[in-house]
């Protein structure tokens, strides 16, 4: 039942997003969107020796993607950019308590780990381009 | 007030009606602009092909292959009737409306539109009228232009006397809309626009998607020069489209599918095409599929499209009185339900439309939330989606009841 979905949790994350906005002059920039939905994800990201100084996102979507991404950002903030590769599908819908989604709301909740792995894999192709098919494999959310 | 369909009757018709859902809910099915549930008598008429005469058609000579010819050419009489064509020959059976339009695109577009020239779409315009034409002007040189609408779901008809009057550079050499807006629920004066655009000798594509299934349709009468529709959103099966094409046009397009059944002669060199319609129909039709679309036009006709109308618009009515109950809500689209098809787009401001639809389906509803594959449309409505209801002869005062409750709900849920 919905009830289970939208608790007081995901509401509050909807509507007071935390790192909610744009970084000027961001290392990392990337977005993506959801075409069935519309929901839409960017994500900037400020890099210092490694580790995830800033993290700030954008967009506009449902209760579920927008939740999703707000906690996000406050689980990798401040922690290093590699742990990005190791954050599974599971992880993010145990941190939103959010396990039981059907495959088509599922997406809304994933779109932000998409958006963070394409930005983490920019990030490292960008410096080391022989690196780009081995990085793409490792970062596949679906 | 009497009520003007025996709706009663006619859901006793639709077997996915009396199904239940996982928590014994019923479904209360308010997505028909997306497609319609359908009645036993299409689904045992496609039954009944596999069945019974299974076969391909047009060029076999035993028995069961003339009587699928038979079914199937039927059909095509059948559809000519439903929307007063003069000939047979001038419908084509495609896959959707979709096809019906890249027909017209790749065909008569490639052979008519030339570096320079301007094809006039609306805003409001569904991707499938406008994605085949973009595609066309950037191999062509040509441009697309968008009359608008505006924010009560009208046209400007002045706007559009002035854009069809342009000469030289920017003439327009087709207008391509649609009947009704499958977002604002809008019904366009069809008949008016062809008139006007008929008078610069500029030839209008309808896309007849939402309006064929809701209304009497009569290309003679509009005298459109194509008409594009779908058998799925008309209790007709998936799978199956319509392009009405006017004779003297069709007689000068050249094939879009090219293979078998469409030819005379194939020679190593060169190939004489087949006849009008089958030109067209390149390769094995749908003809199960088709076949079932005869039962679907015959069960329209029995309810007489007059009635489908006024019973839409009895229900539209009162799902845009009982909206306005509902606090926050935004409803696009004409105010008055005389100007609308029976569908209704809206947003709980709050809410995001699929958030929204997940708690409605809780009460078994099903509605449409997205955004509806009308992006020109929701960036001028500066959204990003809305939800959908969208209605049809099966649906009653009662399902709307439900509708109004459950969107009470979702705004219990989410605090408001």
Redesign the interface.
């Known amino acids: 039942m919905s009830e289970d979905i939208y608790r007081e949790m995901i509401l509050d994350h909807y509507r007071n997003p935390r790192n909610k906005g744009k970084i000027e002059e961001p290392d990392i920039r990337i977005n993506d969107s959801n075409p069935l939905c519309g929901d839409e994800i960017s994500i900037d990201l400020k890099v210092e020796g490694d580790i995830i100084k800033d993290i700030k996102f954008d967009g506009r979507g449902c209760a579920i993607s927008q939740a999703s991404a707000s906690m996000l950002t406050e689980m990798v903030s401040n922690k290093p950019l590699t742990t990005i590769k190791d954050i599974t599908k599971d992880d993010v819908l145990e941190n939103i308590g959010l396990t039981n989604l059907g495959p088509a709301r599922i997406k809304c909740a994933l779109l932000s780990l998409k958006v963070l792995k394409l930005g983490m894999v920019k990030y490292y192709v960008d410096r080391d381009p022989t690196s780009a098919a081995q990085m793409k494999d490792e970062s596949k959310v679906f | 007030m009497q009520a003007l369909l025996d709706v009663r009757k006619i859901r006793q018709d639709f077997p996915i009606l009396n199904r239940r859902l996982k928590d014994g809910k019923k479904l209360v099915y308010l997505d028909n602009a997306a497609t319609t549930q359908k009645p036993n008598e299409v689904i045992d008429a496609i039954c009944k092909y596999y069945s019974d005469y299974n076969s391909n058609i047009h060029r076999a000579v035993y028995q069961i292959a003339e009587e699928a010819t038979e079914e199937y050419e039927r059909t095509r009489e059948n559809v000519r009737k439903f929307v007063n064509a003069k000939y047979e020959e001038e419908i084509i059976f495609t896959r959707n409306t979709t096809e019906s339009i890249n027909l017209v695109a790749y065909s008569w577009g490639n052979a008519n539109i030339k570096k320079g020239n301007t094809i006039l779409l609306t805003e409001y315009e569904h991707h499938s009228n406008i994605v085949p034409w973009q595609i066309l002007c950037k191999s062509r040189g040509a441009r697309i232009k968008y009359l608008e609408v505006d924010e009560d779901g009208y046209l400007d008809l002045e706007v559009l006397e002035e854009l069809l009057s342009r000469k030289g550079d920017g003439k327009i050499k087709l207008v391509s809309l649609s009947e009704m807006s499958n977002v604002l629920g809008t019904i366009f004066p069809a008949t008016e626009i062809i008139k006007m655009a008929h008078e610069k000798n500029i030839p209008v594509l309808l896309d007849g998607a939402q309006s064929v299934p809701h209304m009497k349709t009569d290309v003679q009468q509009t005298d459109c020069d194509f008409l594009a529709f779908s058998a799925h959103k008309m209790l007709g099966p998936t799978g199956v489209g319509v392009l009405y094409v006017k004779k003297a046009i069709l007689e000068q397009m050249k094939p879009f599918i090219s293979g078998g059944d469409m030819i005379k002669e194939v020679h190593k060199e060169n190939t004489i095409f087949n006849d009008l319609p089958y030109r067209f129909e390149g390769g094995t039709p749908n003809i199960a599929d088709v076949i079932g679309f005869s039962s679907a036009l015959k069960y329209l006709n029995r309810i007489g499209m007059e009635n489908v109308r006024d019973h839409e618009l009895e229900m539209t009515n009162y799902l845009l009185s009982r909206i306005q109950e509902v606090k926050n809500i935004i409803v696009y689209g004409p105010k008055v339900a005389k100007d609308r098809g029976g569908l209704v787009s809206f947003n709980i401001e709050g ?5 929204c639809a ?2 409605l ?2 009460f078994g509803v099903a509605i449409r ?3 509806h594959c009308a ?1 020109v449309l ?1 960036e001028k409505l500066d959204i ?2 809305s939800s959908r209801a969208s209605l049809y002869i099966y649906n009653t005062k009662e399902e709307i009841d439900i509708l109004i409750d459950a969107l009470n709900h ?1 705004r219990r ?3 408001l």
Request: proline share 5%.
């Open positions: 809410i995001h439309p699929h958030d997940t708690i389906n809780d939330s997205g955004h992006q929701m990003v989606a979702a849920i989410f605090n």
